[in-house]
């Protein structure tokens, strides 16, 4: 039984994996060919930033770096005292 679910979820999995759009060419709503030729189209003029990768960090995906690093802090901190513990 547990084989048959295995080989179920590797089915599903490589049946997702090849229904994916290839990379870079999904089309996105704001009229480009994909997200990364809105940004490199619009970066400048909407933000007055110099930096397009930065932009897109801060600007465009402020929130989701904000999430990565409080998970990168968390992590640290509880190795951290996880390390301090065993001792």
């Given at each position: 039984m547990r084989e048959l679910i295995l080989v179920g979820l590797a089915?599903?999995?490589?049946?997702?994996?090849?229904?994916l759009p290839a990379f870079g060419s999904y089309p996105n709503k704001l009229g480009g060919t994909s997200v990364s030729s809105y940004y490199i189209n619009n970066a400048v003029s909407e933000t007055g930033a110099a930096n397009i990768v930065a932009t897109i960090v801060w600007l465009y995906r402020g929130y989701d770096t904000l999430?990565?690093?409080?998970?990168?802090?968390?992590?640290?901190?509880?190795?951290?005292?996880?390390?301090?513990w065993k001792k």
């Open positions: 089915a599903l999995l490589m049946f997702t994996a090849w229904s999430g990565e690093s409080t998970i990168l802090f968390t992590a640290v901190v509880s190795i951290l005292l996880l390390a301090r």
